[in-house]
């Protein structure tokens, strides 16, 4: 006689963000019956290859997770990573990562805004549409991305999965005369970004005033981007290692990216979620210019996206010419490293949210365990709520094309990074009853 | 800036990188010096929104690209075709054909620009030197009549 064998076979399923998606809806008179916004990208298993791998491999293995915020990702990395060998890189290396984050801020927020956002707010389908009326801003959109590209590649040696960090630091500082050359250019891109933030808040921006619970990083002395504590606008504050236990991240059935709740709840992150939370850290010279444009933060209406994406760009443009002012670049471009075992965290502000890294490590530093927990998987549940609310408040009754429009509105105002964003959506809909 | 630019679309992974490499080919062969000094410069494009910005104020602009086709092949890529396809599958911005639909849009002369794709092997992923050493006679081949045509103009011979 023979014993029934049991098996059961888990495989985690992670850091999986871009990717073709869907929306099915389904409408019964004036109820939406079901929503879903579906993200059925292959598992792209990054986890799994970190596995086994050398601490010094890894940043540049995350930065290829995302073409557009590898620095996000390797900037979570080594501060994780340098938890766990209990390194200090001191305060030259943490401001020129702060500059290396404001290079992907400034190009990731100026292609948001002007190439796949925009559209949408001047009654374009696409930026090619948008140009023939709105070339100067298309022009400005494009200064913006290469300037922020060229900043990334001034520590990254190029801008694409750069190659310029490490745990430690980074392998070279820049020189002074190419501190000086970006210096030129941050002025006159600084010009751009000041009239980029009145232009998005003169854009007619649908009026969609809904609750939500916007969670960032929290610095007492700074804008956040590369450290601080866990913060909510309902009244969480706790140190980063504490993720895990306010956060849940679940396998929602008909999503291959990984859904995440708060305390069971939707929660939003990106640069409304930001900006709502850390208003006060921006310098008074651009609070002044938000109080200008009659746009109040913190906000409910979602659609003010575009507008703190376009404030944070000026500022990110500021600090980086502070940042250069007074830079250091006689000091050594890292620390040295002894890995040891151990578990530490990273979390740190990708352009479109938080973004939040676990590793383990065995004596000699190779990754044991590794967890991602990227900002769109974050956002996913938020869109899906958003899209029930704004959707309703649009009016279930009008035409499919003006349904499929403002619901891919919504969607794209998240900045997701799924890889068809632009015009990625396609909607299945169902109308029951009248 | 020069009149003639000859740009190398991809990144530095894989089979994306056979732009680059061509261009840098064609860099490091003696091209340039049968042209008059000053007339051609190379670059890489990383990201294809970048093309507008390379190309104003250049007369020819040359574009070279990795299109899924057997290794080693040459293909003439109708510009044309590209800017009329209306779907979009980038996820971070705009692709080569919406780029190229930008550059008569926002450049005040637009140049005549000639794009070159060069065969990969897509699931293989993988771009060798001897693939891209292929392709360089048919490249040449295919440069030879703008580049005459430029020269002609400019010269006015």
């Keep these: 006689m023979t014993e029934e064998r049991q098996v059961r076979i888990k495989v985690p399923v992670l850091a999986r963000v871009e990717g073709e998606g869907a929306l099915d809806l389904s409408i019964n008179g004036n109820e939406i019956e079901s929503l879903r916004l579906r993200i059925y ?159 998005t808040a003169g854009l007619d921006l649908p009026d969609d005033d809904q609750a939500f619970c916007s969670v960032s990083v929290s610095h007492p002395d700074e804008y956040p981007m590369n450290e601080g504590r866990l913060v909510s606008s309902e009244g969480l504050d706790i140190p980063i290692e504490e993720f895990d236990q306010h956060f849940e991240e679940f396998q929602a059935p008909y999503s291959t990216a990984l859904h995440a709740s708060l305390h069971d709840g939707p929660y939003l992150v990106g640069p409304l979620a930001r900006i709502n939370l850390n208003l006060e850290r921006l310098p008074a010279g651009i609070r002044a210019l938000i109080e200008d444009t009659g746009i109040s933060f913190p906000s409910r209406n979602m659609f003010h996206s575009i507008v703190a994406r376009a404030v944070e760009l000026l500022y990110a443009i500021e600090e980086a010419m502070t940042v250069l002012e007074e830079a250091d670049i006689s000091g050594p471009p890292h620390v040295p490293v002894v890995p040891r075992a151990g578990v530490g965290f990273g979390c740190t502000e990708a352009p479109r949210g938080l973004l939040w890294h676990r590793y383990e490590t065995d004596d000699k530093g190779h990754i044991v365990k590794a967890q991602i927990v990227p900002p769109t998987s974050q956002n996913q549940a938020r869109i899906e709520a958003d899209l029930r609310a704004s959707l309703q408040t649009f009016g279930l009754d009008r035409e499919e094309s003006a349904l499929r429009l403002h619901a891919e509105t919504v969607i794209r105002n998240y900045d997701p990074c799924i890889s068809c964003a632009t015009h990625f959506l396609r909607m299945n809909m169902e109308r029951k009853g009248k | ?119 990969v092997d897509a699931e293989d992923g993988a771009c060798s030197m001897e693939d891209v050493n292929r392709t360089l006679p048919r490249v040449r081949e295919l440069m030879e009549a703008p580049l005459r045509e430029f020269l002609q103009t400019a010269t006015g011979t």
């Design chain 1, 41 to 199: 990208e292959p598992p792209r298993l990054f986890e799994k290859f970190l596995e086994g791998r050398a601490w010094h491999e890894v940043p540049d293995m995350v930065a290829r997770i995302c073409g557009i915020c590898p620095v996000a990702y390797q900037m979570s990395a080594v501060h994780a990573l340098e938890q766990v060998f209990d390194i200090d890189p001191g305060p030259s290396v943490r401001r020129w990562r702060r500059l290396f984050y404001c290079g992907e801020w400034i190009q990731s927020h100026a292609l948001h805004i002007h190439l796949l956002a925009a559209p949408d707010f001047v009654g374009f389908n696409s930026v090619t549409e948008m140009a023939g009326q709105y070339p100067d801003e298309v022009r400005r959109g494009l200064r913006l991305q290469a300037l922020g590209n060229d900043l990334i590649a001034l520590l990254g040696a190029r801008s694409v999965h750069p190659v310029g960090a490490c745990v430690g630091g980074f392998h070279r500082l820049p020189t002074a005369s190419e501190v000086e050359t970006m210096l030129a250019s941050l002025q006159a891109g600084r010009r751009d970004a000041r009239e980029l933030v009145a232009w």
């Design chain 2, 1 to 119: 800036m020069t009149p003639v630019r000859i740009i190398g679309i991809g990144s530095p992974h894989g089979a994306d990188q056979a732009g680059w490499l061509v261009a840098d080919a064609l860099q490091r062969s003696a091209l340039p010096a049968r042209l008059p000094a000053g007339t051609v410069s190379f670059s890489q494009c990383v990201f294809p929104a970048q093309l507008p910005q390379l190309v104003a104020g250049c007369d020819l602009a040359i574009l070279i690209d990795a299109v899924r086709a057997e290794p080693g092949t040459v293909v003439e890529v109708d510009s044309g075709d590209l800017t009329r396809r209306k779907e979009l599958h980038s996820t971070h911005g705009i692709g080569v054909g919406e780029a190229l639909a930008l550059i008569p849009v926002l450049t005040d002369q637009p140049p005549r620009v000639v794009l070159i794709g060069v065969g």
